[in-house]
């Protein structure tokens, strides 16, 4: 079974400064996808963004980047200049493939709070 | 709104209630999840369900019987909870096979059990 680790319950940050969130996890599986969820005090679960296990570029969407290092199994989130309303809890997450009859299960990690000073 | 809607965002009851928890997609996905989550524990799977068919239960006690009547409407019904069983409840959806996707999650119900 895969499992997702997120060793930083809590981090804290400046405002415009940056901030990296760590993640590792376990897995025989040699394809699969890597996803970092934000879940602001609003509860909703709000996908910030994601790697594909078979892509050795690491994704970026605007201030978000992460460092993905498979052999390591590790998939680290980068957030640069940040902001205010970055404060929130982040939650890494694993999914197998699915295909077939497979519905490709979702494994999170515990969450890491993160708290922006202005 | 992110497509998924979970009824309603709050819900208090007693140990001895019946009440049931919704959630709706027009997503056009096919798998439909609950989830569990609790104050300083990760999310926990309770139940997932593949084209209205319930396809896991993690081992979830049988106060909780979940009804996916059809590929859009997901429910949770609640019968002689625990007070251990105050949580967030998250739904979520996804397209089955498309596992680059990622889920597509509600707001969750608050449930406190008095």
């Known amino acids: 079974a895969q499992t997702v680790t997120q060793s930083q319950p809590e981090m804290s940050v400046q405002e415009a400064e940056t901030v990296t969130l760590s993640c590792t996890y376990d897995?025989?599986?040699?394809?699969?996808?890597l996803f970092w969820y934000k879940q602001p005090p609003s509860r909703q679960m709000i996908l910030v963004i994601r790697?594909?296990?078979?892509?050795?570029q690491n994704a970026t969407e605007n201030r978000f980047s992460v460092n993905f290092q498979k052999a390591a199994k590790s998939f680290s989130l980068k957030i640069s200049d940040s902001q205010l309303g970055d404060a929130a809890m982040y939650f890494c997450?694993?999914?197998?493939?699915?295909?077939?009859?497979?519905?490709?299960?979702?494994?999170f990690g515990q969450g890491t709070i993160l708290t922006v000073h202005p | 709104e992110t497509g998924v809607t979970q009824t309603p965002r709050h819900l208090v009851m007693g140990m001895t209630n019946k009440k049931s928890l919704k959630c709706e997609q027009h997503l056009g996905h096919n798998a439909m999840y609950w989830y569990k989550q609790s104050a300083k524990k990760p999310l926990e799977l309770m139940f997932v369900y593949n084209f209205k068919e319930q396809t896991e239960n993690n081992s979830v006690p049988s106060r909780f019987s979940p009804e996916c009547p059809n590929s859009s409407h997901l429910f949770l019904h609640l019968h002689t909870l625990q007070p251990e069983d105050s949580a967030l409840y998250l739904c979520a959806s996804s397209r089955k096979g498309t596992g680059g996707t990622g889920y597509t999650f509600g707001s969750g119900t608050r449930l406190t059990v008095v």
């Open positions: 997450a694993y999914r197998s493939p699915g295909g077939g009859t497979s519905y490709g299960k979702l494994t």
């Open positions: 897995t025989s599986e040699s394809d699969y996808y």
């Open positions: 790697q594909e296990a078979y892509k050795q």
